[in-house]
């Protein structure tokens, strides 16, 4: 008879592993048995409601009305200065100058009085510093940023105070940005997604100014160096102005350097106004835009829902983690993961100073846009009609508080909640009891948001693809409405 070899596994292997080695057995005596580990598959899990407290910057107010929010944070020798200003963005543009705010923005590093484009984009290289601002459509703020190392920061300051204060926006300039902008416009009407946007924006927008997201070639060619000029001089001024300033620096070398560099910035009369808010439409309407031999539909479809500063934000905000914010949602489950019908499937939704707009898209093969369009129904009605497991809703609020508290270890993204409750006028403890607002919300409260906010009987429904392929699957949702690529109403 063949005896078996023995193995000896050495005590740190057993330990290693997790296990507990077998004790040598004595004469005849029967071995003890072994605890063995049970795996459930699962991580742990804290039942805890994450506690905050977000260190808040200090508050001052200049004499020209800018407020300034300093937040001190050492461990990098680096500054970042970001300075939002209301009433500079698209949604104040003239009617026949739009995407004025965003070239104005955009021209602002292309020359002053002292320094050419060139000089700015080199000494800011040999600074390592960052200079510039944005601003577009939708919008009521133009944003202007600045950022460099602590020990040169006096040098880099100045650069960016000579931009945002003395931009001079040379002609040459502006006509080669004038130009790869047109190009731009006529490139983008070759891309689905951005025909999607458009359309759905104009639908559930309407007249609104916020209906808009790019410019045109007549007001681009309507916007002159001088209309920039007089933008800049009524708009960028610092009553309407909140300055976020993070990094290696304190408020007393701070402010003392702030007061003189704006000494000549004055207050102005202006004030924003708050955004009108934009009209619900009632009925449901289909809009498809035809893309002859496209091999994909892309779908976009919602309305307006609510803005910043409604009390039903946290529980939307919930709704949408579990209806469709990302790759473990319902949507997203379901389109892709079950049916295969596409790479991705989303809601989402935004809220400003006004009322924006929840969506839900995708992008489906052109021979499934029936079934994605049933399936996305389904799971409006889902949500609407039956309140989600306690199981799976908490799994979401879990998700929304970790990326909340994975957010907070960054210095700049402490400075962004800080201007965001400035701007919208939050609480002052806001951001503090955020994670308990989320973990509060319940079934309840995601059934009652979505049977407010997101009916199916004024829903608006874009699809972008081949009409001669997906008009008959559409037509089964409302009135549908044909345009071609150039957005004109296909007879």
């Excluded at 993204?413 to 409750?421: E, K, P, T, V």
Aim: aromatic share 8%; net charge neutral; hydrophobic share 40%.
């Amino acid at each position: 008879m063949r005896t078996m070899p023995i193995c000896l596994i050495p005590v740190g292997l057993w330990m290693a592993w997790g296990q507990t080695p077998p004790m040598p057995m004595a004469g005849n005596a029967p071995p003890k048995k072994e605890a063995k580990d049970v795996f459930k598959n699962k991580a742990p899990v804290s039942q805890e409601v994450l506690r905050v407290k977000l260190p808040k910057p200090v508050e001052v107010h200049l004499e020209n009305g800018l407020t300034v929010l300093i937040l001190e944070d050492h461990r990098l020798p680096q500054i970042s200065m970001s300075l939002g200003m209301r009433g500079a963005g698209g949604l104040d543009e003239p009617a026949n100058l739009k995407g004025l705010a965003s070239v104005t923005a955009t021209m602002l590093r292309e020359g002053t009085a002292t320094r050419t484009s060139k000089q700015i984009a080199d000494e800011a290289d040999r600074l390592a510093a960052s200079v510039g601002g944005t601003s577009g459509f939708g919008v009521t703020e133009a944003n202007f940023s600045m950022s460099g190392l602590s020990d040169n920061f006096d040098r880099w300051f100045a650069l960016g105070v000579d931009v945002l204060l003395h931009p001079s926006f040379p002609a040459d300039e502006w006509n080669k940005l004038k130009q790869r902008q047109l190009v731009s416009l006529r490139q983008q009407r070759t891309s689905a997604a951005f025909l999607a946007n458009e359309r759905f924006s104009k639908a559930v927008f309407g007249s609104h100014p916020a209906s808009l997201i790019s410019a045109t070639a007549e007001s681009l060619e309507a916007i002159t160096p001088e209309a920039m000029k007089k933008w800049h001089d009524e708009r960028y001024v610092p009553q309407n102005g909140v300055l976020g300033v993070v990094g290696d620096v304190t408020p007393a070398q701070l402010l003392p350097k702030l007061k003189e560099a704006f000494a000549s910035w004055k207050k102005t009369d202006l004030h924003p106004q708050t955004p009108a808010k934009p009209t619900l439409t009632e009925e449901v309407r289909v809009l498809l835009v035809n893309r002859p031999s496209s091999v994909q539909t892309n779908l976009v479809m919602g309305n307006i829902a609510i803005d910043r500063r409604s009390p039903d934000y946290v529980a939307f905000t919930v709704m949408h983690e579990v209806l469709g914010a990302g790759s473990t949602a319902r949507l997203f489950n379901n389109l892709r993961e079950d049916k295969g019908y596409t790479y991705g499937a989303y809601s989402g939704f935004t809220a400003g100073s006004y009322p924006g707009a929840w969506r839900a898209n995708s992008e489906v093969r052109t021979e499934v846009t029936e079934g994605a369009m049933k399936e996305f129904f389904n799971e409006f009605k889902r949500i609407r009609d039956e309140k989600p497991p306690v199981s799976e809703l908490e799994e979401k609020k879990r998700s929304v508080v970790a990326r909340f508290a994975l957010s907070i270890e960054s210095p700049q993204q402490l400075l962004n909640y800080a201007i965001q409750r400035k701007f919208y006028d939050l609480p002052e403890n806001y951001w503090d009891t955020y994670p308990a607002q989320i973990s509060a919300v319940t079934p309840e409260d995601v059934q009652r948001v979505a049977r407010k906010y997101l009916s199916l009987d004024n829903i608006q429904i874009v699809a972008v693809g081949d009409a001669t392929k997906i008009k008959s699957v559409m037509e089964t949702y409302g009135k549908i409405t044909v345009y071609d690529a150039d957005g004109k109403v296909v007879p």
